[in-house]
T-cell receptor, first 113, second 114 residues
């Protein structure tokens, strides 16, 4: 069973601060995705990374996939109240687990004005 | 429809009753997933379909849970003899691609077992 550990579980910061969310595993993933979920809605995809060492930027969000494809991070610069939500990483291990996305337990981010 | 549609959006049932949750995926999406989410937590994989077949049922918590998909479209998740620990939001997602493809989620069905 592939497990993804996210940290921190909760993050409460002031507008304008920077933050990083981590997603770690002892398993190798063929791809890793980050989703954001707001209350009462389903998760929405932010990014997919597939290559070890890959870095992707989405406005103030920077995503990195570890060289060994076992970990990933999400960095938000100058957080805004609109960034508040539940952030989830999800990995696809491939092989016999092809097609099955394993999700981390999530990071609840609150950005105060 | 434009997105993944799930029904009912809310279901309150008594312990021991059976419930059916329905998912209508995005038209043309061959992959369909069911996940379960407890309050503010991550998603627990239940089952996924490629077309009408389910290559991986390993996430179903017990034999009280079953799912089917017909016509490569609508899927139904059935929970028999519901227990209080079954209370959660059941999320359905569909994808055009298996694997690294984007999952499009519905808004979920919130199940409360009294």
């Amino acid at each position: 069973t592939q497990l993804l550990e996210q940290s921190p579980q909760f993050l409460s910061i002031q507008e304008g601060e920077n933050l990083t969310v981590y997603c770690n595993s002892s398993s190798v993933f063929s791809s890793l995705q980050w989703y954001r979920q707001e209350p009462g809605e389903g998760p929405v995809l932010l990014v997919t990374v597939v290559t070890g060492g890959e870095v992707k930027k989405l406005k103030r969000l920077t995503f990195q996939f570890g060289d060994a494809r076992k970990d990933s991070s999400l960095h938000i610069t100058a957080a805004q109240p609109g960034d508040t939500g539940l952030y989830l990483c999800a990995g696809e291990a491939g092989g016999t687990s092809y097609g099955k996305l394993t999700f981390g337990q999530g990071t609840i981010l609150t950005v105060h004005p | 429809g434009a997105g993944v549609s799930q029904s009912p959006s809310n279901k309150v049932t008594e312990k021991g009753k059976d419930v059916e949750l329905r998912c209508d995926p995005i038209s043309g999406h061959t992959a369909l997933y069911w996940y379960r989410q407890s309050l503010g937590q991550g998603l627990e994989f239940l089952i996924y379909f490629q077309g009408n077949s389910a290559p991986d049922k390993s996430g179903l918590p017990s034999d009280r849970f079953s799912a089917e998909r017909t016509g490569g479209s609508v899927s139904t998740l059935t929970i028999q003899r519901t227990q209080q620990e079954d209370s959660a939001v059941y999320l359905c997602a569909s994808s055009h691609l298996i694997g690294a493809g984007e999952l499009f989620f519905g808004e979920g069905s919130r199940l409360t077992v009294l």
